[in-house]
């Protein structure tokens, strides 16, 4: 079995029906897991049934019709545990299911956790507890009330939200301002039968992936290949990407008001680089100059230098092609943050990028995509974004890709960076708004 | 050299550990197989640690709050300039952080490990403060205060410890308040680093796959040889075994309550093993009672009054210590009611023996499950050091508690006079 950098490379077991299945061999962990996702395009019209369905299966499945069974089941496999929900990639909306158990060789009584954990998940999966053909009115009822909470919540974390927000407004008008969690207006009118076709919908059309990772042994891979070639299926659902150019834009100013003592001052700017091109490592590089890290321009100047907050970064939303510099500051420094954070970006597109900034920033990256492969879900996670971007690099050819990116490169990078909208979360009636 | 190799074999882990004669203890937890190695350098000092005796001095040293984690800061600050540029061209994460008990210097790498530690050990042993870079820092803390005052789970808990808590520093915000970190200066800081750096106040812990006897030759190496220091004697107030106030609440731009409610636990144990028998205790009795597979849970689930943002969780150490269940509800006194009225049925009738076993079946898992994270093995073996024992104790607590202890502390800590509740509402 291999160990360390080529641990993570994943084989695919079997290709069928719209579904394929990758196993991750690695023995290093103590636990395995199994993942699905089920890929749609992100819309209007699915988004909230969408987020409806795994809130809604995760309350019960025919040989574990409550959530407490569930509980429990999971309880008597060593505390394994299960976890469902959604979230976008770009203009994807994926849908995953997954469960992480103690492997084998750590379980004292010798319990088959591999085959206990599969039978769980997948029987939440395919075998939903439905009532008369559809699912119970009763824990719909409840699961939209609780969707809604998670919608209005979005507030809550103002860090998150204001990054969030401020992509939405950049995409006005393009699928990818819709939230991940749908819409609460949408909410009222789905019904248990929508719900139950929209859920044959998925299990039938909705492309699929299956990861496996841990100490999986060719026989457990198999029984999933199986299992899951008795699903029934349909014709597959085309899906896209959503990334898109917009070379020139009017810089707009949103501020949102709101009780808060810290404002949240967000930058977005369009990268103009597809996540396939082979300009995306340039990319990766010049984000992690301006914005990835201590040693970074945003780090060095906004916090070390003019003491103006806790955080400053710079992080990419690869599918779309967006950029979102974010920061924490008092009210008033607004401006004066804003200038340093286009000054930096000035910077970049000057070209102006010293030895230390470019191999400290490479060198972080590659202690970043090596730890990768020391989580499962990091792993998983990796290579089902090199799907959905359509380039097929492992750890180390991307590696070695971002190794050969020169500073002419990210000067080219920046050049192609265009600032789009100014969002800032502040004290509503607050001196220092402009 | 000499160092102790320690294995565990139903955990499938080792552990060596060696002891510097200034009293410093290092400890490698080896990974095969993992790229990242992690090390950390903590000491035993932490936001309640305010008040104390200097070794060798009569009077009582009081210094503002918020300074462990301002030093925590400062100590970056090297006199060629700061030392995560140096670390960040090894291109590794160097971090830190202070809790109430302990403050832990750290960093993450995947290539040039030993470059990495002994940065690492060096700049932890030679702070370089000046008077200027402590204002400039007042201005980044100053916003890292204001960024937790907008953080309503932040805010849910520490308004609990200080209904909770009537004197103890475990009321007080681990960064201070704007107006006690004014207060503090170069001297000070230098005050508290004399007092509580000494290496016989502190471990270092490696994680990764990487060599024990070449990472204690290079403690050896690195650690001037002195005697340990007489321990610092720590001023903690008195707190009787009721709560401060029973309710607090405040409002916050939320879209909907949120509270945490929690038992202050009058159990202050010496032995270390005896905290961990205790904190898997009040874990198991909150499971029992109201975790997932809970005829509670699903109910208060089923009625709306909580979703899945729910929790429960202990914090036991030498000091203090509490229970803390909570979550989005839209109405938590009631939740509270509800959860009143299970545990005096519990308390009447008994635990259900078999959701116990099940239990600590389920615990045994989550805590081999810890060993895939080095940062997890490294949070908790600190942690857990610091209350006198080794995380591999916990493997013991599993085999030998027992029905009738988690049984007792069902009586002895969830006393109605200990329990307060904390709520943030919307605006």
Redesign the interface.
Known sequence: METGFDAGRPVRVSSFNGIDIYRVNTDKFKTSSIHFFFQDNLTRENVTKNALLPAVMRRGSMSYPTQRDISKELESLYGASFDCGVTKKGERHIIHFYTEFLSKQYVPDGTDTFAAALSLLFDIIARPALVNGRFSDEYLAQEKDNLRIRIEGRVNDKMSYSVDRCMEEMCRNEPFEIYDYGFVEDLAGITADELTAHYRTMLETFPMQVYLVGSITDGEAEKVSELLSGLERGNTVALRNGFARKEKADIRHVTEEMNVTQGKLCLGCRTNTAPDSDDYPALMVYNGILGGGIHSKLFRNVREKASLAYYCYSMLEKFKGLMVISSGIDISNKQKALDIMEEQLDDMAKGNISDYEMEATVKSMETGIKSLTDSQMNIVDFYLSQTIAGTRDDFSTIMEKIRKVTKDDVKAAAQRIVRDTVYFLTAADSAGNQ | MDFEKIEYK???EVLYSYEHDSGLKAFVIP??????KYAAFATNYGSIDSEFIIPGQEDVTRVPDGIAHFLEHKLFEQKDG?V??K????????NAYTSFNKTVYLF????RFDENFSLLLDYVQNPYITQESVE??K??????I??Y?????WKVHFNLLKALYEKHPVRIDIAGTIDSISRIDRDTLYKCYNTFYHPSNMIILAVGDVDPESVFEMVEGSIPHSKPQPPVSRIYPEETGAVHTDYIEE??????P?FQMGYKGGFYGEKGIELLMYETAVKLVLELLI?????L??QL??E?LI??SFGADASVEKQYAFSVLGG?SPDPVQVRERFCHVLETAKKNGLDRAACE??I??????F??Q????ERISHSFISVYFKGVSMFDYLDVYDKITFEYVNEVLHEHFKPESLAMSVIRP?
Request: with cysteine; hydrophobic share 25%; proline share 3%.
């Open positions: 139903k955990a499938g990974r095969r197989g993992y790229l990242k700061n995560m540029e670390f960040s061209r090894l291109g590794s994460n160097p993450s790498c995947t290539d400039n820092e201005g980044i803390i100053g916003q890292e204001m960024m005052q907008d953080n309503p789970d409002r916050l731009a939320v879209s909907i949120m975790g997932r597979s809970s005829d849970y699903e689930y089923s709306g979703n899945s989005e099940r239990l079946r389920s615990f045994r898992g989550r081999m499950r060993f895939n994270s080095v605006v």
